[in-house]
């Protein structure tokens, strides 16, 4: 039979699990938005368009969004898989392989001044499903 402390712990590392997951799920959201925005920013027909002003508007004001909320999110990932591996026995894991290395790896100064020409820089991100199976 479980203890009280033991309980708690168990909480607390489904806790900071389900936060760890929901900010991957986030960022792939995310990521997904900065894809199909690419992909409409490329096509040059937009600025033909008779609304073009509004449409660069909401472009601009994607790119801002963006450009504010990547970084964060991305930092609040780094942060909760640090502190997952440094009390738990495992390396918080997606598909098998550790987290954190990807994620110390990825210079954020270059994701965000090439923003427009490439996507986040590892593959962990995309192709993760909504069901925590690869995670933790």
């Known amino acids: 039979q479980l203890t009280i402390r033991e309980a708690a712990k168990i909480s607390a590392r489904i806790d900071r699990r389900l936060r760890i997951m929901n900010l991957l799920d ?4 995310l990521e997904t938005q900065m ?3 690419e992909i409409r920013a490329s096509n ?9 002003s509004t449409h660069l508007l909401a472009e601009e004001k994607f790119r801002l969004y963006y450009t504010r909320t990547f ?8 942060s909760e ?17 550790p987290l954190w290395p990807v994620l110390s790896s990825c210079d954020m100064d270059s994701r ?6 490439k996507l986040f820089c590892g593959t962990i991100i995309v192709g993760q499903s909504d069901q925590g199976h690869g995670y933790g």
């Open 26 to 29: 986030t960022i792939r959201e």
């Open 35 to 37: 894809q199909e925005f």
């Open 44 to 52: 040059k027909e937009r600025l033909l368009s008779r609304q073009s």
């Open 71 to 78: 970084p964060n999110l991305v930092s609040k990932l780094k």
């Open 81 to 97: 898989v640090l502190e997952w591996d440094s009390t738990e026995s495992v390396p918080f894991q997606v598909d098998g392989k």
């Open 112 to 117: 965000m001044s090439l923003m427009h020409l």
